[in-house]
């Protein structure tokens, strides 16, 4: 073993095992950035393409959840909703007696990037709290590009001790790692800024469609908002009209990046964390009924295809 080797070994020794379960889209990427950082990876998932792919990339794979975990000192997860991540963690009754919180030792760092309710994220990390493991909800932005490079943003709840542990660890997937408070903030703070990008796309397809209908070209519409008090985000990087601009969704088909139903499900869940405390959000609510009846047939299409629902026409 030459020099480099044997301080690359002596790094990864250095290094937490890692239990990752979850490679879908997100998923996937994520754990791949962890094995380039070094890490050593159990992954597990249902699918199995998705765990052959990461065995490809040095990872090894777990027959099933329980035996992911079996020796690592850190465990992260990226699950579709709320009611997988109560089911992992605690168990088919949820009192955390035979999920997998029962399974780890004390001192064990769960990470749960996926975006669940704020009350569904407090009741697992209460039930860990109980048993000595460290949970943060650490939801994410930036889509499967920043999945791909590394360059996600992490938005952490939990304690400010478990947060200075993952972060090493989550640096290796993201580029901005925020500490946003304590358990469940992570997951409001990230449904708090998925509501307003729902609301900000459904109000910039609107105003797009308002000018085209009018004999306006929309790139030239979209150049003018963009210097003007009508700048955002959905204006600046993701258009929403096809060919106004270049490698985003809605110039090919409005295919890859965010899904319809994806917006669909945060936006539900911000109605349902306002409706915990009673805080009104007729915007969102009014982004959501938007979506609601834009995935009954665009669900698999990009978030920013909502423009069909001002003119079909773009579908074409």
């Known amino acids: 073993m030459n020099m480099t080797d044997s301080t690359a070994a002596q790094n990864k020794a250095s290094k937490p095992n890692i239990a990752f379960i979850g490679l879908g889209h997100m998923g996937a990427p994520m754990a791949e950035n962890l094995l380039k950082a070094g890490y050593s990876l159990m992954v597990y998932d249902i699918s199995a393409a998705a765990t052959e792919r990461l065995q490809q990339a ?47 030792p004390q001192g064990t760092l769960v990470i749960d990037s996926s975006t669940i309710a704020a009350s569904d994220a407090r009741k697992v990390a209460k039930e860990a709290d109980k ?14 590009g920043g999945a791909i490079a590394g360059s996600l943003t992490f938005i952490v709840g939990g304690s400010l001790e478990a947060f ?52 306006l070209d929309a790139k030239v519409l ?33 295919k890859g990046g965010f899904m319809s139903k994806l917006m669909q499900k945060d936006l539900n869940l911000a109605l349902q964390t306002a409706k915990e405390i009673q805080v009104e959000t007729p915007m969102g609510q009014r982004a959501t009924q938007l979506y609601d009846e ?17 003119d079909k026409s773009v579908l074409n």
């Open 58 to 104: 040095g990872a090894n794979v777990a027959a099933n959840p329980k035996m992911a975990v079996a020796n690592a000192q850190v465990v992260i997860t990226m699950l579709p909703a709320g009611e997988q991540v109560l089911s992992i963690y605690l168990g088919e009754d949820e009192q955390a007696t035979d999920g997998l919180l029962a399974n780890l």
């Open 131 to 144: 048993l000595g493991i460290d949970f943060l909800d650490a939801p994410v932005s930036g889509g499967t």
């Open 164 to 215: 200075t542990k993952a972060q090493p660890i989550l640096k290796s997937m993201g580029k901005n790692i925020f500490h946003a408070g304590a358990n469940g903030a992570g997951q409001v703070a990230k449904i708090c800024n998925n509501m307003l990008l729902g609301i900000l796309m459904t109000g910039t397809a609107e105003a797009i469609n308002l000018g085209v209908k009018n004999g």
């Open 222 to 254: 979209s150049d003018i908002m963009l210097q003007s008090s009508g700048r955002n985000w959905t204006l600046e990087v993701y258009n929403p009209y096809p060919q106004v601009m270049e490698n985003v969704p809605s110039s090919h088909h409005y």
């Open 294 to 310: 834009h995935v009954k047939e665009n669900d698999n299409k990009d978030f920013s295809s909502i423009m069909a629902m001002y």
